[in-house]
């Protein structure tokens, strides 16, 4: 196989992990609340992402920065759906950046 199909391969396979991981929150994500917390998770992700803070420090900044955000639109989620948020956000920043 060639380097580019060995690549293709590899991200596929990634990306399909990705899927089985996110189908359990489906559900959670389909309500009109799910946009708003993938979006705010984005913008958290990225704005922690490269911050000089523990993995728990910025696990705990996304989530206050997502649930601070959704008050502001006047809306709520619960815990496990803001952290599934912050997990598949994650994953989908890392896809985007590899290097960092």
Known sequence: MSFFSDLVIHVESFFSKIQA????FEKQFATAVGPAVLAAAEQAVATFATQQLSGA????????????????????AG???????????????????PTE
């Open 57 to 76: 420090q910025k696990q705990t900044g996304a989530y206050q920065a997502i649930v601070d955000n959704l008050k502001q639109q006047g809306l709520t």
């Open 21 to 24: 991981f996110l189908a359990p």
């Open 79 to 97: 815990v496990s759906v803001v952290n599934s948020a912050i997990e598949a956000a994650l994953a989908a920043y890392k896809a985007k950046n």
